[in-house]
């Protein structure tokens, strides 16, 4: 029996509207109401569900589709049911409304990640319901607390319940999605995240003379650091050249998206033209703290600043330290890492049936389809599977414009209908085929 789509996209957005309007903020993420949503609707068809509390008023929700194991290990759709808070102020629709507007689905979540998490359960409620014979197990898993580091999400789930990622053979999460255009040319180029960007965190400390404030600074602290900064606010850092990022140009310009790989100035530019590609082929930086002073008459000793700063991956932090000081070029002003905590990144294999069966299936779907391996621009829950051995991909099945990316963490935050039933199609195609017992492609 073949799927009736046009019901399930209506049936779908109905689900993302309710999921949407259920008010995941975190903090303090509140998570448990619509992780009871979620599994009611896996439950009532039959599928088993557990709910795992990490902390009050938080849960987690698994739910297994079992297969014969033919197929080898599990696939686990993985997603998280918070969101970063909304100030209803700065948007246009009420970010827990839920209202559909010219195409689009507005609400804090839509893309971030609520979306994802209903292409998820529909991939397993639609498996269930057409009764595709499993080769191996589907697991749903939407989990708390992402966005404040997972402490009471995954890495807690994978720390107190690591019997859930037992046997799971990969994993799909959030961190890289499709766009419709690269550079001002229409186009079809689906990343897939193998990695993700490295975390570097700066402070940058400048010291000073203390002293009264009515008399002319002879050192001061806080002038220093904003030399500072004003140098790394001119420094031109230019695009990163690693495996990767070379690899991602070739295919570019191999699609006829990219001229003349050899002009650096022509690739800068196209790179320019979108910030999530400049972010994806550079090691970025981004003043967010300043702390000085106390109080207006007097002159502080010392000023500081913290610096969000992002490697690709293999890149080192002790070098992007010096690089930074020597920027700088100030003795007086200190440059250290903020905090050093997490191991070098974890990378995915590439070339697993996983991204075939996802190549194979957005071929079909878009004929110029490019699909391309990439690391992602933020931090996501897959960094807690990967160390465990999981190849675990970043994979949003949707051609999300700049306008939409823009959203991420942002007011009027939405989905188009049209990107929320291709991602409906796309995602129950690639785990149908991953999972069934007789692979499709060899039939
Ligand atoms: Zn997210």
């Not at 902390?55 to 997603?79: H, K, T, Y």
């Not at 909304?86 to 246009?92: I, V």
């Not at 498996?127 to 080769?135: D, F, M, T």
């Not at 989905?415 to 017992?437: D, F, K, S």
Request: charged content about 25%; aromatic content about 6%; overall charge negative.
């Amino acid at each position: 029996m073949s799927i009736d789509w046009p019901v399930i996209h209506i049936e779908a957005l109905d689900v993302l509207r309710h999921y949407l309007r259920i008010d995941t903020s975190n903090p303090p993420g509140h998570e448990a109401v619509a992780a009871r949503y979620l599994g009611g609707l896996l439950a009532a068809e039959g599928i088993e569900c557990e709910f795992i509390e990490t902390a009050p008023g938080r849960e987690a929700v698994v739910a297994r589709l079992r297969g014969d194991g033919s197929r080898g290990g599990a696939l686990m759709l993985a997603n998280h049911i918070d969101t970063v808070p909304a100030d209803a102020t700065g948007w246009t629709a009420p970010p827990f409304g839920a209202v559909v507007r010219d195409g689009r689905v507005y609400g804090r979540g839509a893309v971030d990640m609520k979306g994802t998490g209903v292409m998820h359960l529909f991939a397993m409620l639609l498996a269930k319901r057409q009764e595709v014979p499993l080769g191996r197990d589907i697991v749903f898993l939407a989990a708390p607390d992402e966005e404040l580091g997972s402490g009471w999400g995954v890495e807690w789930l994978t720390r107190e319940r690591p019997d859930l990622f037992e046997g799971v053979a990969f994993a799909f999460n959030e961190g890289a999605s499709g766009v419709p255009e690269f550079a001002g040319r229409p186009a079809h180029i689906f990343e897939v995240a193998v990695s993700e960007k490295e975390l570097a965190p700066l402070r940058i400390v400048a010291t000073g003379v203390a002293g009264h404030g009515s008399k002319p600074a002879r050192d001061s602290a806080t002038v220093r650091l904003l030399d500072a900064l004003d140098r790394l606010r001119r420094w031109r850092r230019e695009i990163t050249y690693t495996p990767e990022t070379r690899a991602y140009l070739r295919r570019l310009h191999g699609a006829g998206l990219l001229d003349d790989l050899d002009d650096p100035a022509a690739v800068e530019a196209a790179i320019g033209a979108s910030p999530d590609t400049v972010a994806a082929f550079t090691n970025t930086l981004n003043v967010t703290v300043l702390r000085a002073g106390g109080q207006s008459n007097v002159i502080p000793g010392r000023a500081e600043a913290l610096v969000d700063c992002r490697l690709l991956p293999g890149q080192s932090r002790e070098t992007w330290v010096a690089e930074v000081a020597a920027v700088i070029d100030d003795p007086l002003v200190q440059v250290s890492l903020e905090y050093s905590t997490s191991a070098p990144v974890a990378v995915s294999p590439w070339d697993t049936e996983v991204t075939r069966v996802i190549t194979e299936v957005l071929t079909e779907t878009f004929e110029d389809a490019i699909v391309l391996p990439s690391s992602s621009i933020v931090g996501t829950d897959n960094r807690f599977l990967r160390p465990l051995g999981i190849p675990a991909y970043g994979f949003i099945p949707c051609l999300l414009s700049q306008e939409e990316r823009d959203g991420f963490h942002a007011h009027d935050e939405f989905l188009t209908l049209e990107n929320l039933n291709i991602g409906l199609e796309v995602m129950y195609e690639v785990a149908r085929r991953l999972c069934e017992v007789q692979p499709s492609i060899e039939r």
